[in-house]
Nanobody
Framework: QVHLTESGGGLVQAGDSLRLSCAAS????????QAWFRQAPGKEREFVAA????????WYADSVKGRFTISGDNAKITGHLQMNSLKPEDTALYYC???????????????WGRGTQVTVSS
């Protein structure tokens, strides 16, 4: 059983950066797809970014493309989401997810973390 734990959230000002991390215990991300989703108050959860290893490939939501970068360590047990040029509309609870069935952006993910809060003030 894989457990995912997010960290790195916080309160920042618009234009600042944050780096989120997703640590896996009980498994690795190797040959799998690890993703980030977010959910703002009163809104549905939305896809942010995803990464696949072997072969490497990344996906991004249009709203974060060019500002966020998804990556992972060589051991494939920790994923990261570097978030630059943060905007107030990026404020949300950010979740790490693993092992989708179906489409990367909309499929069902088998494993989820509990989330880390990101708040961006204007």
């Amino acid at each position: 059983q894989v457990h995912l734990t997010e960290s790195g959230g916080g309160l920042v000002q618009a234009g600042d950066s944050l780096r989120l991390s997703c640590a896996a215990s009980g498994g690795t991300f190797d040959r799998d797809i690890q993703a980030w989703f977010r959910q703002a108050p009163g809104k549905e959860r939305e896809f942010v970014a995803a990464i696949r290893w072997n072969p490497d490939f990344t996906w991004y939501a249009d709203s974060v493309k060019g500002r966020f970068t998804i990556s992972g360590d060589n051991a494939k047990i920790t994923g990261h989401l570097q978030m630059n040029s943060l905007k107030p509309e990026d404020t949300a609870l950010y979740y790490c997810a693993l092992s989708p069935t179906g489409a990367v952006r909309t499929g069902h993910y088998g494993y989820w973390g509990r989330g880390t809060q990101v708040t961006v003030s204007s």
